[in-house]
């Protein structure tokens, strides 16, 4: 029996990571599948991430590399689509790649490779794809969901919404999935942006204006959460990976406690230094230790005498936590603007771990970033969008 015109088992909003796995995953179960896209050339955050090469993915991915409300919700689709499985789909296309650091996977070639073989999944399950479209309206009525879009009207039994968060708002990036669950109900966790650079205030940015451009390998914490990986000093404030990984636990009146020197004894080289080169400054120790700019800037910071042989040992204590728990107070961050991801979203209470479809509006699906799921830096979110989207692809 031949289908109706525009009528489809499947119709996936979003033809991003998540979207394009789940239609990959339906298709080839024999679904027919429909993707709405509104940009016209989908797939830009794959094509831009890991500096064009793609971190697709990260050898060490456990539930653990996740924030959400919810942590235990992560836990089946990451079991049932690892890592490794979405590396053996890489490697059928024969995609050559490389772990760059930390169980971060790149291709040796570009993302492109990521994008196509991804087209061509889709393609294998004959799945349909749209382009440049403008969705006008959702609907639901007794036999599925109605989709008004510019270009015509499309129905459908099931409704998956990959259309991701607000972050990077100049390729598209909006909140159509936030206002399309709370159409249906569903509650929100609070967006916000993540993986984001943190910013200072006019008094902070006087301080370390000649600190611009420098980067240091530091471990940057949050409470009980901390980071070791290379901060950035910027004409705004923070950035880095280090900063990029802690601004997701950073809220606003909270410090950012920095160790310049992490697995370094500071004060035992201090005391060595007052024995030995009793003469010398504190600045000048400090340079063995840290960049000249970062430890004169930390030298200033201790209010002690000129020589090392003057400086007690509470003085000395001063100068460690000077370089070992350098406190500042970001005022905020750079916003959706420069964010890698979206913090927050559809509420996981309101949908199955297993498959993603909503438990109060069934045909109804939610997967990928516009979930309250989301990764640390390095390739964990990738690996969520191939994750949620094989979930909902093996249900829809």
């Given at each position: 029996?031949?289908?109706?015109?525009?009528?489809?088992?499947?119709?996936?909003?979003?033809?991003?990571?998540?979207?394009?796995?789940?239609?990959?995953?339906?298709?080839?179960?024999g679904?027919?599948?429909?993707?709405?896209?509104?940009a016209?050339?989908?797939?830009?955050?794959?094509?831009?991430?890991?500096?064009?090469?793609?971190?697709?993915?990260?050898?060490?991915?456990?539930?653990?590399?996740?924030?959400?409300?919810?942590?235990?919700?992560?836990?089946?689709?990451?079991?049932?689509?690892?890592?490794?499985?979405?590396?053996?789909l890489?490697?059928?296309?024969?995609?050559?790649?490389?772990?760059?650091?930390?169980?971060?996977?790149?291709?040796?070639g570009?993302?492109?490779?990521?994008?196509?073989?991804?087209l061509?999944?889709?393609?294998?399950?004959?799945?349909?794809?749209?382009?440049?479209?403008?969705?006008?309206?959702?609907?639901?009525?007794e036999?599925?969901?109605?989709?008004?879009?510019?270009?015509?009207?499309?129905r459908?039994?099931?409704?998956?919404?990959?259309?991701?968060?607000?972050?990077?708002p100049?390729m598209?990036?909006?909140?159509?999935?936030?206002?399309?669950?709370q159409?249906?109900?569903?509650?929100?966790?609070?967006?916000?942006?993540?993986?984001?650079?943190?910013t200072?205030?006019?008094?902070?940015?006087?301080?370390?204006?000649?600190?611009?451009?420098?980067?240091?390998?530091?471990?940057?914490?949050?409470?009980?959460?901390?980071?070791?990986?290379?901060?950035?000093?910027?004409?705004?404030g923070?950035?880095?990976?280090?900063?990029?990984?802690?601004?997701?636990?950073?809220?606003?009146?909270?410090?950012?406690?920095?160790?310049?020197?992490?697995?370094?004894?500071?004060?035992?080289g201090l005391?060595?230094?007052?024995?030995?080169?009793?003469?010398?400054e504190?600045?000048?120790?400090?340079?063995?230790?840290?960049?000249?700019?970062?430890?004169?800037?930390?030298a200033?910071?201790?209010?002690?005498?000129?020589?090392?042989?003057?400086?007690?040992?509470?003085?000395?204590?001063?100068?460690?936590?000077?370089?070992?728990?350098?406190?500042?107070?970001?005022?905020?961050?750079?916003?959706?603007?420069?964010?890698?991801?979206?913090l927050?979203?559809?509420?996981?209470?309101?949908?199955?771990?297993?498959?993603?479809?909503?438990?109060?509006?069934?045909?109804?699906?939610f997967?990928?970033?516009?979930?309250?799921?989301t990764?640390h830096?390095?390739?964990?979110?990738?690996?969520?969008?191939?994750?949620?989207g094989?979930?909902?692809?093996?249900?829809v």
């Amino acid at each position: 029996m031949s289908r109706p015109h525009n009528n489809y088992d499947v119709i996936i909003l979003g033809a991003g990571a998540a979207g394009r796995m789940c239609a990959g995953v339906a298709g080839q179960r024999g679904r027919s599948v429909l993707l709405l896209e509104q940009a016209r050339a989908p797939g830009e955050k794959i094509r831009i991430s890991g500096g064009g090469r793609c971190n697709f993915t990260n050898l060490h991915t456990t539930p653990a590399n996740f924030l959400s409300e919810n942590p235990q919700f992560c836990k089946s689709a990451l079991k049932s689509f690892t890592q490794q499985d979405f590396i053996a789909l890489v490697d059928r296309y024969r995609i050559d790649w490389h772990e760059k650091s930390r169980g971060q996977l790149f291709c040796d070639g570009s993302a492109q490779q990521i994008i196509d073989m991804l087209l061509a999944e889709t393609r294998k399950g004959d799945a349909q794809m749209r382009l440049g479209v403008t969705i006008l309206n959702v609907s639901r009525n007794e036999s599925g969901f109605i989709i008004a879009t510019d270009q015509g009207e499309y129905r459908s039994q099931s409704l998956v919404v990959a259309t991701g968060g607000p972050s990077i708002p100049k390729m598209g990036a909006s909140a159509f999935g936030y206002k399309t669950a709370q159409q249906f109900g569903l509650k929100m966790v609070p967006p916000r942006a993540g993986l984001v650079p943190l910013t200072f205030d006019v008094g902070m940015l006087a301080q370390f204006k000649d600190l611009a451009g420098l980067a240091v390998d530091v471990a940057v914490s949050v409470g009980k959460t901390r980071f070791e990986e290379a901060l950035l000093f910027t004409h705004r404030g923070l950035s880095g990976p280090a900063v990029l990984q802690i601004s997701s636990y950073w809220r606003d009146g909270q410090d950012v406690v920095i160790d310049m020197a992490p697995e370094v004894d500071v004060l035992a080289g201090l005391k060595q230094a007052r024995r030995e080169r009793p003469r010398q400054e504190l600045a000048t120790v400090l340079t063995e230790l840290l960049p000249k700019r970062l430890a004169h800037m930390a030298a200033d910071r201790v209010a002690g005498p000129q020589r090392l042989a003057d400086f007690s040992d509470k003085v000395l204590a001063t100068a460690v936590a000077a370089v070992k728990e350098w406190r500042v107070r970001p005022n905020g961050t750079e916003g959706y603007r420069t964010a890698e991801v979206t913090l927050g979203g559809v509420d996981t209470t309101e949908l199955s771990s297993k498959t993603f479809e909503s438990i109060s509006v069934p045909g109804l699906y939610f997967i990928g970033e516009v979930v309250d799921v989301t990764g640390h830096l390095g390739g964990f979110n990738f690996q969520w969008a191939w994750s949620s989207g094989f979930a909902a692809g093996n249900r829809v």
